[in-house]
């Protein structure tokens, strides 16, 4: 099975049992005061589920190169014995391990550092507006390069089998690398050969000061900004790199400060595997054979095998999808159930951007493996939980898992709750991968699942031998207040997400939360005769193709206060909200509802203007309330209760809280 995977590979000295590359992720716990347990416990577990290579977080290779508070200073001696063990750890379990050298140029601010941020040119980001870097001196730049070739020798004697060069996503050496950022005239700017040569001499002075470090340097295939490096020059700086030594090509794309989406579930799986092809290409015009790692939205390893068979890479970068599974190697090996990353980005990527510890939406216990041991309790009690949805599922898995006996309750005929909905949004089938694994994982450790088993004062008994009890029956939608609401063409939100045939073609949402927003994706996605991926890049401008499908409805989002998607998270709300806006959905804000008549919705404009929207079908998604009916019936039989995720309150409910509350839910109990 999977013969590409699974076939050993090599990356200079280093012998890799596979080609799996967990990528690097900052996790916001490398700085934690705990000697580097926390993080050496995270990896530790990523190479007992089979990782190939494990390549670390970016470290700073000097202080005014951090990328924020929570990053590791490599010139900081205090951090080096922690930096070792995460090593030590990785090496326990019979894994590979490579620091990435990272330095964040403009990419952060003197409020993380102390110290002026420093870039090729005085261009300021998008996230650092009011901060321009200061333009370096040849000398800060000579001064920089060193800073890199010392932290490579200092992570060969801590212990690292590897470094990886962070070049890509907009950070410094790829900074270098753009006419956007790079507007030097010296030496180290000018054409695209001038402009690499900052990370050709990173590279080169890595080589020489530690001759038998295997280095890899994470490359930009396409920075997806107007005006920056062209593939074709991306494709040059490739071979530079093979030239000056470099033992692997880890090649991503796209800059924190493009607009156009990378990793967030509405890119399709491999979108981004040409890049790591071309670089193949032109690596192997000047016969050159350094291994190239392809990266970016591959969440199962089928997917990886796939590029390997196409000859796209030598391996397969996979970050996001071991937070969510740590051993999705070994269980694909062993065809065991694997928890799939959905890309929903909640408690990854949107906490690196702040300074929350990084964990994941489906696998809460990421990032808290200390937190959260396995170790199995000594007296298995017996537990009854009472819905099916993620709060539900996660506290079942959780307390079986510590031992315990779990018997779980579901009224409907199915688990998975709100993920039942998300999984119709174009995108997101993986959320009905969330339900099978969890389906599959529940029935192999042992859980008695009860589908169609509504608990109600007649059958309660059917808990009665329970030592304690997990209320996780979820919400329902809140009732609109409003003249007409109760009309035939209004309905809820989930009678529109199940029964999308149902609704006319001039659709008014009320309500302009995430629930809204992925349903007018549903509702507005139209035909295409292009697959999803050509589609996707067609639509962005990087692929040839026809001009987009005119969504099939007229759709009308109407809120009251806020922002269109305000709730969602910081890395995916401004993808999906101009996803909508490409399939011409009318996004209106600041409006108040006045009546619904079998018209439209009459509404007053944030104009204070009157205004009709016309509509076959109007949706109410306002909201939830949290459904708590069983409550009083279970208070009465004395059982310890625990009541988690919607059920225990719907203001600011969303996956990761209600998955976390399970996990919590199962070592409280
Ligand atoms: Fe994937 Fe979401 Fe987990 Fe991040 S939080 S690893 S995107 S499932």
């Known amino acids: 099975m999977l013969p590409r995977v699974f076939q050993p590979g090599a990356i200079g000295r280093m012998r890799l049992p596979n080609r799996i590359v967990m990528g690097s992720m900052h996790l916001n716990l490398e700085t934690c005061d705990d000697g580097g347990a926390a993080v050496a416990a995270f990896y530790a577990e990523r190479a007992r589920g089979g990782a190939g290579l494990i390549v670390t977080g970016g470290c700073a290779v000097n202080r005014q190169g951090s990328g924020g508070r929570g990053y590791v200073v490599l010139s900081d001696r205090a951090r080096h014995d922690a930096l070792a063990r995460w090593a030590d750890a990785v090496h326990a379990e019979g894994g590979r391990i490579a620091l990435q050298l990272f330095h964040a140029g403009r990419l952060t601010s003197s409020r993380y550092t102390g110290l002026p941020p420093l870039g090729p040119s005085t261009v300021a980001s998008r996230m650092f507006p009011d901060e321009p870097p200061v333009a370096m001196t040849a000398g800060q730049i000579e001064d920089t390069i060193a800073d890199f070739a010392r932290a490579a020798v200092l992570a060969g004697e801590l212990g690292f089998d590897a470094v990886e060069?962070?070049?890509?996503?907009?950070?410094?050496?790829?900074?270098?690398g753009s006419p956007l950022t790079n507007t030097r005239t010296d030496e180290w700017g000018g054409d695209a050969r001038r402009r690499n040569r900052f990370a050709v001499a990173v590279v080169s002075a890595i080589r020489d000061s530690a001759p038998a470090l295997p280095v890899l340097f994470r490359m930009s295939g396409d920075d997806l900004m107007p005006g920056s490096s062209t593939v074709d020059e991306q494709r040059a700086l490739a071979v530079e790199l093979a030239l000056a030594g470099v033992h692997a090509l880890n090649v991503g794309v796209g800059w924190h400060e493009s607009r156009i989406p990378t990793v967030q579930s509405l890119v399709p799986p491999g979108a981004w595997s040409h890049y790591s092809a071309g670089v193949k290409l032109a690596l192997a015009a000047e016969r050159l054979t350094v291994p190239v790692i392809t990266a970016n939205r591959f969440t199962r390893l089928a997917q990886a095998e796939q590029a390997l068979a196409d000859g796209q890479a030598d391996f397969v970068s996979m970050a996001r999808p071991l937070l969510a599974d740590p051993a999705i190697v070994t269980k694909t090996r062993t065809g065991a159930p694997v928890n799939i990353c959905i890309a929903c980005n909640e408690a990854c990527i949107d906490r690196s951007l702040g300074e929350e510890?990084?964990?994941?939406?489906?696998?809460?216990?990421?990032?808290?493996?200390?937190?959260?041991?396995?170790?199995?309790?000594?007296?298995?009690?017996q537990y009854a939980v009472i819905g099916g949805g993620p709060a539900g599922m996660e506290a079942a898995r959780a307390l079986r898992s510590l031992g315990h006996r779990v018997e779980l309750f579901e009224a409907s005929g199915e688990l998975g709750g709100q993920f039942?909905?998300?999984?119709?949004?174009?995108?997101?089938?993986?959320?009905?991968?969330?339900?099978?694994?969890?389906?599959?994982?529940?029935?192999?450790?042992?859980?008695?699942?009860?589908?169609?088993?509504?608990?109600?004062?007649?059958?309660?008994?059917?808990?009665?031998?329970?030592?304690?009890?997990?209320?996780?029956?979820?919400?329902?939608?809140?009732?609109?207040?409003?003249?007409?609401?109760?009309?035939?063409?209004?309905?809820?939100?989930?009678?529109?997400?199940?029964?999308?045939?149902?609704?006319?073609?001039?659709?008014?949402?009320?309500?302009?939360?995430?629930?809204?927003?992925?349903?007018?994706?549903?509702?507005?996605?139209?035909?295409?005769?292009?697959?999803?991926?050509?589609?996707?890049?067609?639509?962005?401008?990087?692929?040839?193709?026809?001009?987009?499908?005119?969504?099939?409805?007229?759709?009308?989002?109407?809120?009251?206060?806020?922002?269109?998607?305000?709730?969602?998270?910081?890395?995916?709300?401004?993808?999906?909200?101009?996803?909508?806006?490409?399939?011409?959905?009318?996004?209106?804000?600041?409006?108040?509802?006045?009546?619904?008549?079998?018209?439209?919705?009459?509404?007053?404009?944030?104009?204070?203007?009157?205004?009709?929207i016309p509509a076959d079908s109007v949706v109410v998604a306002i909201g939830q309330e949290p459904r708590t009916d069983l409550l009083p019936l279970l208070a009465r039989t004395g059982v310890p209760l625990q009541v988690i995720g919607g059920s225990s309150g719907a203001t600011g409910l969303n996956a990761t809280r209600a998955f976390e509350e399970g996990l919590r839910a199962a070592y409280t109990l």
């Open 165 to 176: 060069v962070m070049g890509s996503e907009g950070y410094l050496v790829n900074q270098f």
């Open 357 to 381: 510890p990084v964990s994941c939406v489906v696998n809460p216990r990421a990032g808290r493996e200390l937190v959260f041991s396995q170790v199995r309790v000594r007296k298995a009690r």
């Open 420 to 612: 039942r909905l998300a999984r119709l949004v174009p995108g997101k089938a993986d959320f009905g991968a969330t339900i099978g694994y969890f389906t599959d994982e529940l029935a192999r450790l042992g859980v008695r699942v009860r589908l169609a088993t509504p608990i109600t004062a007649d059958n309660l008994e059917l808990i009665g031998q329970a030592d304690g009890v997990v209320l996780a029956t979820g919400v329902t939608p809140r009732e609109l207040d409003l003249p007409g609401a109760d009309l035939p063409h209004v309905v809820h939100y989930q009678r529109a997400f199940l029964e999308p045939e149902s609704l006319g073609r001039r659709v008014v949402i009320i309500g302009g939360g995430g629930i809204a927003v992925d349903l007018a994706h549903l509702l507005g996605h139209g035909p295409s005769p292009l697959d999803a991926r050509t589609r996707f890049l067609a639509e962005h401008g990087l692929a040839e193709g026809p001009p987009p499908v005119p969504s099939p409805r007229s759709l009308t989002i109407l809120r009251r206060r806020g922002r269109i998607g305000a709730g969602m998270g910081r890395s995916t709300r401004w993808a999906a909200v101009d996803a909508l806006r490409r399939q011409g959905t009318a996004l209106l804000t600041g409006v108040q509802y006045e009546a619904i008549t079998p018209d439209g919705v009459h509404i007053t404009d944030e104009t204070g203007t009157p205004r009709t």
